[in-house]
């Protein structure tokens, strides 16, 4: 039987305090977490990995905030 493993990025509810929560989801709907990791990102940094979205009309916001 293979394993499947899917990296996930939670952001924005941080500042609610929310990552427990939404780990909580995550363990009751099956889906074990492996790791977890929290990082406060500069503003340089945050651009340089949306970069990658910058096209998408969606993404305008996500490292100003």
């Given at each position: 039987?293979?394993v499947?493993?899917?990296?996930?990025?939670?952001?924005?509810?941080?500042?609610?305090?929310?990552?427990g929560?939404?780990?909580?989801?995550?363990?009751e709907?099956?889906?074990?977490v492996?790791?977890?990791?929290?990082?406060?990102?500069?503003r340089e940094?945050?651009e340089?990995?949306?970069?990658?979205?910058k096209?998408?009309?969606?993404?305008?916001?996500?490292?100003?905030?």
């Amino acid at each position: 039987m293979a394993v499947t493993r899917t990296f996930s990025i939670i952001s924005r509810c941080t500042r609610r305090n929310l990552t427990g929560a939404v780990t909580k989801m995550l363990e009751e709907a099956a889906c074990g977490v492996v790791a977890s990791k929290r990082i406060r990102m500069t503003r340089e940094q945050a651009e340089g990995f949306y970069a990658v979205h910058k096209e998408r009309p969606s993404s305008a916001n996500w490292s100003a905030s």
